[in-house]
């Protein structure tokens, strides 16, 4: 059965887990949104991600790539 890697994970958990392995800046360079890149921070974050469909699935994808990536090591 194929993992749901999104499942009892809120926004802020996931926000703060891609913040931890990647730090602000990579974020910023891999999803590109001025959030992410300017005066960044996880509140703000939250603000605009809830308002914006397109930038939190963006978001969501990383975060399954990044577990994928940790469950092969």
């Known amino acids: 059965m194929k ?8 926004l802020k ?3 703060q887990e891609l913040v931890d392995d990647y730090g602000w800046e990579k974020l910023g360079t891999y999803i590109r ?3 992410f890149q300017s ?3 996880i509140s ?4 605009f ?9 963006k978001v969501e994808n990383l975060y399954i790539a990044m ?3 940790r469950e092969r090591k």
């Open 67 to 69: 577990m994928k990536r």
């Open 49 to 57: 991600l809830r308002r914006t469909p397109w930038a939190r699935e």
């Open 33 to 35: 949104i001025k959030c």
């Open 3 to 10: 993992p749901n890697y999104l499942h009892n994970k809120t």
């Open 13 to 15: 958990i996931i926000m």
């Open 44 to 47: 703000s974050s939250l603000k």
């Open 39 to 41: 005066d960044p921070s």
